[in-house]
């Protein structure tokens, strides 16, 4: 049976932890190409992106080619896709051409469920819809326990679109795996109307006295079909500005999935702080996927 990575909902905590220490190995010889280039060497796998990316696309493509695979890049504006090819159609071509493992996002909600017992090849979630982005918590745990040294008791705050944001989607499913508590905040009508135990909802300024962490979103407009966004309030009532930054803990760090809107969500001068982690969360990336493409391509069938 084929094993994807589909959401860490999936996987155990002892798993979950498995990828991040075989994410600090690749971080700790991510200089050292001899170390891990030949793991996966000849293996190929398809980028294949429904929707705009540059952080997840990119990273995943660095990550392969570090450890020695081959990648295609499908690109559905220059494909059979505009001849009416479906989804299954073309996953099914790659594979028949001979691709090992294919990393995909799209905005269907329900787009694996479709998919995951028709493929006989790894699919790797990089981001469906608005539930799970798995990859990229993977690599927000990983930058929060290197930064900590532990994932139990930590307190994280999310403020922003949270409904529509599967970044956050899967940073609670890790939460209620680590014990972490999880504050929520931003407009009321983004805000996810089911909450578990370990998360409250809690207004910014206050959440923000308590935090370990903030993790700040934008707003999705591309998932609204009528709302209208004035920057200049919003960045009033729930950016993350110096005034903000000055309340929080001396030793809290600041995260941002990307792409981030400077002076919406964060201040412009925030983005690069010493307490921002926003581009260490982007190099974190390639490590994390690093790992989840050896532990996808090197699963015995």
């Known amino acids: 049976m084929i094993k994807h990575f589909l959401s860490l909902s999936s996987l155990s905590s002892s798993e979950i932890s498995a990828l991040l220490d075989r994410s600090r190995f690749f971080s700790q010889n991510h200089k050292n190409p001899e170390q891990v280039h030949h793991l996966l060497r000849h293996k190929i796998i398809a980028n294949v992106f429904y929707e705009p990316s540059t952080r997840t696309r990119c990273s995943f493509e660095v990550a392969a080619k570090r450890l020695g695979v081959e990648v295609v890049n499908f690109v559905p504006e220059n494909s059979s896709v505009k001849k009416g090819e479906t989804v299954y159609d073309t996953l099914r071509c790659l594979e028949s051409l001979g691709v090992e493992g294919i990393v995909f996002r799209h905005s269907d909600d329900n787009v694996f469920d479709q998919l995951k017992d028709k493929i006989k090849l790894p699919l ?12 990229q918590g993977l ?6 326990r290197e930064e900590f040294q532990r994932l139990e008791g930590l307190k994280v705050a999310v403020c922003g679109d949270i409904k529509h944001s599967r970044v956050a989607g899967s940073l609670m499913v890790a939460a209620e795996k680590f014990g972490m508590e999880i504050y929520l905040s931003g407009p009321s009508a983004l805000l996810p109307k089911s909450q578990k135990a370990f998360v409250r909802e809690v207004p910014f300024d206050e959440a923000l006295t308590k935090v370990d962490a903030v993790m700040m979103l934008r707003i999705q407009l591309e998932r609204h079909e009528s709302l209208e966004l004035n920057q200049e309030s919003y960045h009033r009532d729930f950016g993350l500005t110096p005034a903000r930054l000055a309340i929080m803990k001396k030793n809290a760090i600041i995260l941002h999935p990307g792409p981030f809107n400077r002076g919406v969500e964060i201040s412009d001068e925030l983005v690069e702080h010493p307490q921002s982690r926003i581009f260490k969360q982007m190099e974190n990336g390639v490590y994390a996927r690093m790992a989840i493409l050896e532990w996808a391509l090197n699963q015995k069938r």
């Open 139 to 144: 690599l927000d745990l990983f930058t929060l």
């Open 124 to 135: 790797l979630n990089a981001g469906a819809g608005k539930f799970e982005h798995p990859s």
